[in-house]
């Protein structure tokens, strides 16, 4: 039987403190001999990120194995790095039957510690002292492998970010990065003289690789004002006296420029190495064997890489000197196997949508951590054989080692996504991902067109990633609809997509958005006067610049969004500080389109209720920007809301506070759109 009700008052078994408690945020897995390890970040203990490993041999499992939490409390292995952090830790066998050794970044102070399990963690890395506001001076990611130097002593190299009380040239604060050695013993705790640096200082480094035989180094740099997807530069060095304490000499740059992106350098043999370049228009697999030109090893109209928002992101896995594991699409991902002789590469069939990171064991045996359609985010293992199979390489059945949540809800609960290519006013492609409002057994009133919600995604830099999501589910089930916008800028759909966003933020995401929306309501899929905006970070700018530049949308919650880019060009972290010279122009020289641009300066065209949501603690876009807008809003008289949330920084990760914010929001479009939210605390709107 089916029940006839309005669009977004169905009753929904999915509950916002489901979304915020049922399950743990995972890391990328590591093996570490026949376990497998991974981070989980513990949304019921304030979003502390724990090491976590596999209670025995993963091989050995049956089903979803039984799970040991490593990293004790209150210790969070979680760096500051660029304020996104990445990798922060890993964990390191040992010869002898000792467990093995543990390091890690703890986010409260950034110093890097040790430690073996059941043992109390100590530091090894100098205390940075506070540099300003900006927390400690001295941060560290992306550990890479052991180096045993003469005397037998051992140490492993991170990217290391110093911030210096003095300003550069721009009148910046002045910070540096480079590669350092950190000695595993701990002599370096008490003694910064013990670090030694690799090599020379950048602005931004990344993925450090030490060639097998150790006489080279391969890592990536940059410069303001270029991002990483913009332009990047590959490092080739020489290792002198790499047996007692490696520098890097004959340092050169073999690939990469000022609009050319490289990423993720590994090597193949001490020779070679493979890497990530979007020369061709595309990120495709590039190889280069020392004193040789650079060689595409396949031109292939996907993409092969992504933006790099975190240090230790990968999208390729090396098997062997002749194979590699590649995640790869565009509006979905793929896992395949490269042959690198040929170009070939064969796609093994996995049901995942969207996959966050791999890593293979000498073995063979492979560990995934994505996501599917109809299955939470989750590290799943399966056994990979290569071999001389004349069909190719052939991976046997995923089983799954952990998932983020087992609380997977009914499939009558859950939407089906389409992805969608509209075409928009001036002939160019918006592509999007589409969840009509579906729950079994329920049915819109006759006559009825649901409401819709556009999502927009952060970055900008970004992409809408496709599969189950509780956060999507929320809406759908209860009969309202959902889109995820890739906007102009987005990756996924080449270099050129990506590039029609620069200098034209706030101009080609809005039109690319209200695209979108005015083909779901020429299509009779969406109620015109019933649309919806939100957005988190540069998705809340797009976000207020749709509410205030157009009359599409009828209301919006911008989730810690900028609505003022001179403030933000004034005042963010160093990794986003130049980020707006390619999405705007120069500042200040620039300043009369970035205050054009601004939301914060078209209220007076705001008609239409926004709910606004930030934490106390965000050093990427400041609660200032969320008050100056909400003044605004309340010198006109907009009715708004405006939820401060304590001890949170970009994006939310305390379940009191997730649960506050799906709450708040489904409360302001129930009242807005004019249908029921039965069980949800009421949000008050001020005028």
Not at 38 to 54: D, Y
Not at 229 to 234: C, E, H, Y
Not at 398 to 411: A, K
Request: hydrophobic share 40%; aromatic share 8%; glycine share 10%.
């Amino acid at each position: 039987m089916v029940t006839s009700l309005p669009y977004g008052s169905w009753p929904s078994l999915i509950s916002a403190e489901q979304l915020a408690t049922g399950g743990n945020r995972l890391g990328g897995p590591q093996w570490v001999g026949d376990q497998l390890w991974w981070t989980e970040g513990l949304a019921a203990e304030g979003g502390r990120q724990a090491i976590v490993r596999t209670a025995g041999p993963v091989a050995e499992q049956a089903g979803t194995p039984e799970t040991i939490t490593v990293l004790p409390a209150p210790f969070n292995a979680r760096s500051r790095v660029h304020e996104y952090g990445g990798a922060s830790w890993t964990a390191i066998a040992q010869d002898d039957a000792a467990p093995p050794l543990i390091l890690f970044v703890n986010f409260a102070d950034q110093r890097i510690y040790r430690f073996h399990e059941g043992e109390g963690p100590t530091p090894i890395s100098p205390a940075g002292p506070e540099a300003a506001a900006h927390g400690p001076s001295l941060r560290w990611a992306q550990p890479t492998r052991v180096m045993t130097l003469a005397g037998n002593t051992q140490e492993v190299w991170w990217v290391c970010e110093r911030h210096h009380d003095s300003t550069d040239d721009n009148g910046a604060p002045l910070i540096e990065r480079y590669i350092v050695s950190v000695p595993i013993d701990g002599s370096a705790a008490d003694d910064a003289a013990a670090l030694r640096h690799i090599t020379p200082s950048s602005r931004f480094v990344a993925d450090p690789q030490i060639s097998p035989d150790g006489s080279r180094l391969a890592w990536i740099s940059w410069e303001h004002p270029q991002m990483p997807w913009d332009g990047t530069a590959l490092h080739i060095g020489e290792l002198a006296d790499r047996g007692a304490g490696a520098v890097v000499v004959n340092e050169h740059v073999a690939e990469g420029d000022l609009s050319t992106s490289v990423l993720n350098p590994r090597w193949l043999s001490s020779q070679e190495l493979i890497y990530l370049c979007d020369r061709s228009g595309w990120w495709n697999p590039w190889r280069l064997r020392m004193g040789a030109a650079p060689q595409q090893v396949l031109n292939d109209d996907q993409e092969y890489a992504g933006p790099l928002w975190q240090l230790g992101m990968s999208w390729l896995e090396p098997l062997d000197g002749e194979r590699m594991l590649t995640v790869h699409g565009t509006a979905m991902d793929k896992l395949g196997v490269l042959n690198l002789a040929d170009g070939s590469v064969v796609e093994l069939g996995l049901p995942h949508t969207a996959i966050a990171s791999v890593a293979c064991r000498e073995d063979g045996l492979l560990a995934v951590h994505g996501v599917e359609a109809d299955e939470f985010a989750a590290i799943s293992s399966a056994q990979l054989t290569t071999g001389q199979n004349p069909s190719g390489p052939v991976l046997g059945p995923l089983n799954t080692v952990r998932s983020s949540r087992r609380d997977v809800p009914d499939p009558g609960l859950l939407p089906t996504p389409e992805p969608i290519t509209v075409v928009d006013r001036a002939g160019q492609e918006v592509h999007a991902v589409v969840y009509r409002p579906h729950q079994e057994g329920y049915t819109g009133v006759a006559g009825e067109l649901p409401p819709f919600i556009a999502q927009v995604h952060g970055g900008p830099t970004g992409k809408a990633a496709v599969g189950l999501s509780l956060a999507v589910a929320y809406y759908t089930s209860r009969g309202i609809g959902v889109v995820d916008i890739n906007y102009g800028g987005s990756t996924g759909f080449g270099r050129a997509y990506r590039d029609r966003l620069k200098g034209q933020w706030g101009v080609v995401d809005v039109e690319d958005t209200v695209a979108v929306m005015e083909h779901l309501v020429e299509q009779g899929i969406a109620d015109g006067n019933r649309l919806g905006i939100e957005g988190g970070s540069a998705g809340g700018w797009t976000t207020l610049a749709c509410l205030t530049r157009t009359e599409t949308f009828s209301a919006g919650v911008s989730q810690f969004g900028v609505a003022d880019v001179v403030a933000l060009a004034q005042d963010t972290h160093d990794f986003e500080s130049r980020y707006l010279d390619q999405l705007i122009g120069r500042y200040p020289e620039d300043e009369h389109i970035y205050r054009e641009r601004a939301p914060l300066n078209h209220v007076d065209s705001l008609s239409c209720p926004v709910l606004l949501l930030q934490g106390d603690e965000d050093p990427i876009v400041p609660p200032n920007q969320a008050e100056t807008f909400r003044d605004a809003m309340a010198a006109k008289g907009i009715p708004h809301a405006y939820l401060l949330f304590q001890g949170e920084q970009h994006g939310f990760r305390k379940a009191e506070n997730i649960i506050a914010s799906f709450e708040a929001a489904l409360s302001f479009y129930g009242q807005v759109f004019g249908f029921d939210t039965p069980g949800i605390p009421r949000l008050e709107l001020n005028r």
